[in-house]
């Protein structure tokens, strides 16, 4: 299982960055796929999710802000991030929940940093 994540980089508080985390050798389609972020200190935290049904949550703090979406053709999640703000700078991971026989299997990316300053 691979999951590659990219799109981060360094953006000024207002601005957006897209990020994209592509999946290999799962069952993408039937696998519930989320953004975790992680800010220096701090622990690790859901930001977006969306199920294999595609039923979306989002974290209070970036609601409104925040798009996540999913291409089963192209085995990839997406999060569309709007209105940064500098305390949305951390380390984005994907994450994939996939069906297994005994029950839910977890897979991370690397990560992805995003930056804002302000």
């Known amino acids: 299982v691979q999951l590659q994540a990219s799109g981060g980089g360094l953006v000024q508080a207002g601005g957006s960055l897209r990020l994209s985390c592509a999946a290999s050798?799962?069952?993408?389609?039937?696998?519930?796929m989320a953004w975790y972020r992680q800010a220096p200190g701090k622990q690790r935290e859901v930001v977006a999710s969306?199920?294999?049904?595609?039923?979306?949550n989002y974290a209070d703090s970036v609601k409104g802000r925040f798009t996540i979406s999913r291409d089963n053709a192209k085995n990839t999640v997406y999060l569309q991030m709007n209105s940064l703000k500098p305390e949305d700078t951390g380390a984005y991971y994907c994450?994939?929940?996939?069906?297994?026989?005994?029950?839910?299997?977890?897979?991370w990316g690397q990560g992805t940093q995003v930056t804002v300053s302000s």
């Open positions: 050798r799962i069952m993408f389609s039937l696998s519930d």
């Open positions: 969306i199920t294999s049904a595609y039923n979306r």
């Open positions: 994450n994939a929940g996939v069906p297994g026989r005994l029950g839910r299997l977890d897979y």
